[in-house]
T-cell receptor, first 113, second 114 residues
């Protein structure tokens, strides 16, 4: 069975602080895909990034960066210089050969002025 | 282009009634998924269609839940004899048929069973 753990239920930071959201996963599949989605207060899930199990390169997109480490089964997400608009629930998700996504319970990020 | 659309955005019904929730995927996406999200939780998988057929319905909680996709595009999730525990946001997503491809989500239907 697949499992995604997001141990941080809620994080509060002050604007311009850096923040890292943790994601740990479990799977028996050798080929799998990891995702991060953002769910703002409006409720719609917004895709942020997709990573396959064979690509451990870290990725940076603007203020966002992702650190994928197979050795620790982690796929952490860092927001640099956070902004109020980053306030949302962030979900890490995993899929193996069957395509269905297994989500973590999410991390509520609150960025305050 | 247009994203995934879902109707209605909100549905309030009484216990025991029948409801239908509709999903219109991104044009050209052959894979379509239904998830259910309860308050404070991550989305949970219900069913996955590849074309017209259900490729995986292992997430449907019981036989009151049923989904169809007769022409391989629009899908309808049907819930019979609704119960208060069915109250949740029902999310639809679509993707290409490539393994592990990104799933793009619609805005969801918030179902409230009184």
């Amino acid at each position: 069975a697949q499992k995604v753990t997001q141990a941080q239920t809620e994080i509060s930071v002050v604007e311009k602080e850096d923040v890292t959201l943790d994601c740990v996963y479990e799977t028996r599949d050798t080929t799998y895909y990891l995702f991060w989605y953002k769910q703002p207060p409006s409720g719609e899930l917004v895709f942020l990034i997709r990573r396959n199990s064979f690509d451990e390169q870290n990725e940076i997109s603007g203020r966002y960066s992702w650190n994928f480490q197979k050795s620790t089964s982690s796929f952490n997400f860092t927001i640099t210089a956070s902004q109020v608009v980053d306030s949302a629930v962030y979900f890490c998700a995993l899929t193996g050969g069957g395509n269905k996504l297994t989500f973590g319970t999410g991390t509520q990020l609150k960025v305050e002025l | 282009g247009a994203g995934v659309s879902q109707t209605p955005s909100n549905k309030v019904t009484e216990k025991g009634k029948y409801v239908e929730l509709r999903c219109d995927p991104i044009s050209g996406h052959t894979a379509l998924y239904w998830y259910r999200q309860s308050l404070g939780q991550g989305p949970e998988f219900l069913i996955y269609f590849q074309g017209t057929g259900a490729a995986d319905d292992s997430g449907l909680p019981n036989d009151r839940f049923f989904a169809v996709r007769p022409e391989g595009s629009v899908s309808t999730l049907k819930i019979q004899r609704t119960e208060r525990g069915d109250s949740a946001v029902y999310l639809c997503a679509s993707s290409t048929n490539r393994m592990g491809d990104t799933q793009y989500f619609g805005p969801g239907t918030r179902l409230t069973v009184l």
